[in-house]
């Protein structure tokens, strides 16, 4: 990964997200469930967080404990709540997901220089930073949690190199989430980022996560 990372450091290619939207999904063929014809809805973006934050311990939900009670229903109160705010954002950044993406960093359109990621569109909706050396360019090792239009989450390591302007990106897929262990960031992380996409929302801003 490192020799790859250095052999586009030099090159001055840049990343760049490529939009794109399919209708319809196929099965992962790892348990999530093909969508039905009217696509994403918000009642389904709430049954996919409730069944992400069953995996977080009971501890990361204390600060919502006063508007819910325990246990469940303090997940199902995180899951409405959410949900109803953020579906305008994964709705329109559902998108084909390219292991290797990429801009030239002088304004042209994005391209894609490998297969897909995924099999279904999937939009990002939590991101870490772990590592960022500034010199004459950025690397930057993030951890991802990407939502698919199928219901399923995955986590994704994602390293990018940015130069002059424009920055290369390359994703790979760690695991698809299912148990506790898999989830890459903790819930106050995921939702301080759930936090900047809503209010980004509420001022007209296009959302992004680092």
Not at 26 to 39: C, F, I, M, R
Not at 44 to 58: I, S
Not at 103 to 114: L, R, S, V
Not at 131 to 136: A, I, N, T, V
Request: glycine share 12%.
């Amino acid at each position: 990964m490192l020799a790859v990372a250095a052999a586009v450091a030099g090159s001055g290619i840049c990343f760049a997200v490529k939009h794109g939207r399919k209708k319809g999904a196929a099965d992962t063929g790892t348990g999530g469930s093909v969508l039905e014809e009217e696509g994403l809805t918000e009642e389904k973006v709430k049954k996919y967080l409730l069944r992400l934050f069953q995996l977080y311990e009971d501890n990361e939900f204390d600060e919502l404990a006063d508007f819910s009670g325990n246990g469940n229903g303090v997940r199902e109160y995180a899951a409405d709540n959410y949900s109803g705010q953020i579906f305008p954002y994964v709705k329109e950044n559902m998108k084909d997901v390219m292991m290797l993406e990429g801009d030239d960093g002088a304004g042209k359109e994005p391209f894609d220089m490998t297969d897909e990621l995924f099999c279904c569109p999937a939009c990002l909706i939590g991101c870490e930073i772990n590592e960022l050396f500034s010199d004459r360019f950025t690397l930057c090792l993030e951890n991802e949690i990407w939502m698919l239009e199928n219901g399923e989450f995955a986590s994704v390591y994602c390293v990018s190199i940015g130069k002059d302007g424009g920055r290369l990106s390359y994703r790979f897929l760690d695991t698809y989430i299912r148990n506790p262990g898999d989830i890459p960031i903790c819930f106050s992380d995921l939702e301080s980022g759930f936090t900047g996409i809503i209010e980004a929302l509420k001022k007209g801003w296009k959302p992004e996560l680092p």
